[in-house]
Each structure stands twice: as structure tokens, then as C-alpha cells.
């Protein structure tokens, strides 16, 4: 995508975008939501801005700094910023690529206020707006030794470029095959408590007395690479993550039998005797949980190793032929442009100049953010962008579409 001229948008009475003492600090936006005016941009290394975030407060005519989770867009040459339902900022950087053009600041949306509660302070977070409908992540709970691993390991054997596994932190020792950065980010437990305290984590549990967790970057990481994120974590962080905004499949893994189960976990090897009596114990409480609590969305008994990947393979629609469902993609990306006044509300109308076809000419983008998924800890999803002629038979009409 070429240079981001104008944007406009029928938030536009809600939206106040403009260069802010340009000269001196570089380029900066004002979005005023409320008695807020949200300052964007910020210290300039003479080519690039640093994409900071403060605040004005009209009615007491301070300035503050919240504190900002998530990671934060890479300095550009300056932004746009637009308001969407007075929950998230909106911002689309200069001169970048059509995969890191589109961020959003989330001021007020459900994981912002819950955030403000648990760190008292103020807060806003970052998160990395992708194109396109890709699927869910996958949330995998059951308990231990009920085969999880193995079936996780059998999934991205099969299907290397398509899933990613979320590396999860944990304060257990590492076991003998295990490879830091692989299988855990093995940590101390103050460095990881600080951690969390610091908004690093999107969930962590204490869990067989060790300390768990998956961090932000760890689900970001996978979507960056283009995957489909699946994660290993117990019925507390299933809990936590169906709260957040990940908006994943929850599957629940049951052993046929309790016995099953014991032998399983004793045949693998890996635990010492008080160590497997403690997973045992903690294993009643799970099943109960994981088929009672209405918190998964599919459980799948784990008895012939064979039958039970084929059905998870089908619950994810992985029976279905790959063109099938790249046919179905490719229909959503496709999706018409409605011209009622809702439709239009999400839609923000991007005028670019691509240097490349000379200086004269113009192409124009729709954004499409009104189908948005997922969000803040962690990327959102969902976002459509095509080019249209708005000039075309005195109306707006599609071009082209990507
Ligand atoms: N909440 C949470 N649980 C996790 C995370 N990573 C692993 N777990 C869970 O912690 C439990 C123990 O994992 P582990 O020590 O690898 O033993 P295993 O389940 O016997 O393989 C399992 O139920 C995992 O699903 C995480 O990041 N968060
Ligand atoms: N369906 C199955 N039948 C028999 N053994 C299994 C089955 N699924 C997994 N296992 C074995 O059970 C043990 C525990 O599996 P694992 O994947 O490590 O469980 P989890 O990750 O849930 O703790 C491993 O030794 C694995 O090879």
C-alpha cells in the first residue's frame, strides 16, 4: 500500500485527527473520546516516530501517561488515527506494508476495563490489526497424561505450515527431551510473577504447584507467522482465555477410564511418585470440571489414539479438502460493499498515492473493521481491504479486491 492521504469516515463527527505541533515533535494524532483527547505519536528520531501514548483530560487540564500493554506498532513516518464505537483507536501508519498498515489502540473495550480494575492504574493496549478471516486458535485442556501432547504433536507433524503451538512459561523443571523456547519458556518464579503483575501474560495458573502461563507474545508470534495458534493449558487458563478476547475453539480431552489415565501417566515416565499422586488427585477435579462447567465446546475421549485424532481432524474441518475452504476464504474476503448507512459505519475510506503508477494517480481502499475479531491481548482479526473506484457510475463500485 502506498501513502496514506486522507481518511474519512461517518465516525467522522466522533473523530478529531489532526498534526499536532508537527515541526517540533513530528507527527502526532488527537482522538477525543469523551473528556479524554488520546495523543499519538510522539518523539521523532529526525525520520521515524516513535508511536507514543498520552492523554489530555479536559476538565482538569492534565496530561497523563496510562500505562500501555501489548506490543507496540514499530516507528513510522507518521499515522492517521480514527475512533471506532468509542472503544478503539484506529491507526493506520505511513508508507508500511498492507501487513503492518493497520493497529488499534484500545481505550475502552472489555479487556481494557478489566485490566484497569486488576492494575488500578489506567490502561490502554496495542494490538495488530490482520487481514483476512483466520481461524479460531485452539484451546486443548484434559488432564495430565491424558494425551494432549501427543495428539497436539500429531496435528502439527500433519500439518506443519497451518498450526503453531502458543510456548507457554512455567516455573517446573525442565523434563529430559524438554528444549527451552520448545516446549516451555522454563523461568524463575519472581521473574515470571513479575511478569504478570507487569501485563505481559494473557492467562497463568498455579497448576500441580508449579507456575503456568501463556504470554501475549507467545499467541502473537504464532499469528505473525500466519498459523493457526493452539494451546496447551489447563481448566483455569481454558477459564481465563474464554474471557479474553481470543475468541478460540475450547476442546476438552477425557481419558476412557480413571484407571487409563493412571496408567498412562505412570507408563510415560516423566514424574516422580509424589509428583504423579498430586497430577492423579488433580485429575478428578479437571474431569469434573472440563465435562461438567459448559466452559468447552467439544470433548473428545481419548481411548484408540487413531479414532480420536481423526475426530479432533474433524471438529477443526481438517477432513474437508483444502481447496474447499480456500473457496470459502476467498468468498468472505470478497464480501460486496453495502451502501446502507450501518454498513457504512465500520468502513473507513482510504485514499493512497502509489508512487509507482506516477504522481497523479490515485487508488482508493475500503477498510472493512466491522466484522473484527479477537483484539487486545493478542492481534485482531478479520479485517478486510479492498480497492474501489468511488468515482465509477457517480458512486462508489469495486475494482479489484485482495
Ligand atoms: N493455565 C495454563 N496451564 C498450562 C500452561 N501450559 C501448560 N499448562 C497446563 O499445565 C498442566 C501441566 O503441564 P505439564 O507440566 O507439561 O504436564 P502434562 O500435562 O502432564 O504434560 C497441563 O494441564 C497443561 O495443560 C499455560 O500456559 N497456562
Ligand atoms: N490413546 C492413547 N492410548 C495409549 N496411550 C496414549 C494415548 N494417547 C497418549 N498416550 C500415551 O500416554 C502418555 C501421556 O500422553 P501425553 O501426550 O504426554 O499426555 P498429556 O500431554 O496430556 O500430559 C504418553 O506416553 C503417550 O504416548
Not at 501485563?199 to 508470534?221: D, M, P, R, W
Not at 459448559?294 to 481411548?303: A, C, E, K, Q
Not at 476464504?329 to 475510506?349: F, I, N
Not at 478486510?384 to 475494482?399: E, L, S, T
Amino acid at each position: 500500500m502506498g501513502e496514506v492521504q486522507e481518511i474519512f469516515s461517518d465516525d467522522v463527527k466522533e473523530v478529531f485527527a489532526v498534526g499536532l505541533d508537527s515541526e517540533a515533535r513530528g507527527y502526532q494524532t488527537a482522538t477525543i473520546l469523551g473528556e479524554k483527547i488520546f495523543v499519538i505519536g510522539g518523539s521523532s528520531d529526525g525520520s521515524t516516530l516513535s508511536i507514543d501514548v498520552k492523554v489530555f483530560h479536559k476538565s482538569t487540564g492534565k496530561w497523563s501517561v496510562p500505562k500501555v500493554l501489548g506490543t507496540k506498532p514499530t516507528p513510522c513516518k507518521g499515522h492517521s488515527a480514527v475512533l471506532l464505537n468509542k472503544e478503539r483507536i484506529l491507526i493506520l501508519k505511513r508508507d508500511s506494508t498492507p501487513e503492518d498498515c493497520a493497529w488499534f489502540l484500545e481505550v475502552d473495550t472489555p479487556f481494557i476495563r478489566e485490566q484497569k480494575k486488576i492494575l488500578n492504574v489506567d490502561v490502554v493496549a496495542w494490538s495488530k490489526g490482520v487481514r483476512g478471516y483466520s481461524p479460531k486458535p485452539i484451546v486443548i485442556s484434559g488432564p495430565s497424561g491424558v494425551g494432549k501432547g501427543t495428539l497436539i504433536n500429531k496435528l502439527m507433524k500433519e500439518f506443519p505450515s497451518m498450526f503453531g503451538f502458543s510456548v507457554s512459561h512455567t516455573t517446573r523443571a525442565p523434563r529430559d527431551k524438554e528444549k527451552d523456547g520448545v516446549h516451555y519458556h522454563f523461568t524463575e518464579r519472581s521473574i515470571m510473577e513479575k511478569e504478570i503483575r507487569d501485563g505481559k501474560f494473557l492467562e497463568s495458573a498455579s497448576v500441580h504447584g508449579n507456575l503456568y502461563g501463556t504470554s501475549i507474545e507467545a499467541v502473537e508470534v504464532v499469528a505473525d507467522a500466519g498459523k493457526r495458534c493452539i494451546l496447551d493449558i489447563d481448566v483455569q487458563g481454558a477459564r481465563s482465555v474464554r474471557v479474553s478476547s481470543l475468541d478460540a475453539v475450547f476442546i476438552f480431552i477425557c481419558p476412557p477410564s480413571f484407571e487409563e489415565l493412571e496408567k498412562r501417566l505412570r507408563a510415560r515416565g516423566t514424574e516422580t511418585e509424589e509428583q504423579v499422586q498430586k497430577r492423579l488427585c488433580n485429575a478428578r477435579l479437571e474431569l469434573e470440571l472440563g465435562r461438567s462447567s459448559g466452559l468447552f465446546d467439544h470433548i473428545l475421549v481419548n481411548d484408540d489414539l487413531e479414532t480420536c485424532y481423526q475426530s479432533l481432524k474433524k471438529l477443526l474441518g481438517l477432513d474437508v479438502s483444502m481447496e474447499a475452504t480456500q473457496q470459502q476464504s476467498q468468498k468472505m474476503v470478497d464480501a460486496p460493499l453495502g451502501d446502507s448507512e450501518s454498513e457504512m459505519d465500520q468502513k473507513v475510506l482510504i485514499q493512497c498515492r502509489a508512487s509507482e503508477l506516477g504522481k497523479t494517480s490515485k487508488n482508493w481502499f475500503v477498510l472493512d473493521v466491522s466484522s473484527i475479531k479477537g483484539g487486545a491481548p493478542g492481534r485482531t482479526r478479520g479485517i478486510n481491504m479492498y480497492a474501489i473506484d468511488p468515482f465509477a457510475d457517480g458512486q462508489y463500485g469495486i475494482k479489484t479486491s485482495s
